[in-house]
């Protein structure tokens, strides 16, 4: 399985991004994407987790009402809109997938499989 991400960019504070990330390869028709995030000198740490099946998703409570998540089950691709951006919220973001999950998870030790990251930079 692999993963490519992207959207990644420089924006202003209040500004909006998208990024993506699509799956290839051996997936299953029951999969768990989620979107985690790292700034400089922190940990990884969750941002939001869709199931690929029913659509559920849940959110780190920082990002709740600003991001939304969504998937397009064709094209094995999941999203993540990002609005009202905050510099807080600068970050390399990674897509992970969890091939044989059925309920989304905020840990990172439940997804096999990452993406390269994609910098999201937020000005002030």
């Known amino acids: 399985v692999q993963l490519q991400a992207s959207g990644g960019g420089l924006v202003q504070a209040g500004g909006s991004l998208r990024l993506s990330c699509a799956a290839s390869g051996r997936t299953s028709s029951s999969y768990v994407m989620g979107w985690f995030r790292q700034a400089p000198g922190k940990e990884r740490e969750f941002v939001s987790a869709?199931?690929?099946?029913?659509?559920?998703?849940i959110y780190e409570d920082t990002v709740k009402g600003r991001f939304t998540i969504s998937r397009d089950n064709v094209k094995n691709t999941v999203y993540l809109q990002m609005n009202s951006l905050k510099p807080e919220d600068t970050a390399v973001y990674y897509c992970?997938?969890?091939?044989?999950?059925?309920?989304?998870?905020?840990?990172?030790?439940?997804?096999?499989?990452w993406g390269q990251g994609t910098q999201v930079t937020v000005s002030s």
């Open positions: 869709i199931v690929k099946r029913s659509g559920n998703t």
């Open positions: 992970a997938l969890d091939l044989s999950g059925q309920y989304a998870s905020r840990s990172r030790t439940a997804y096999e499989y």
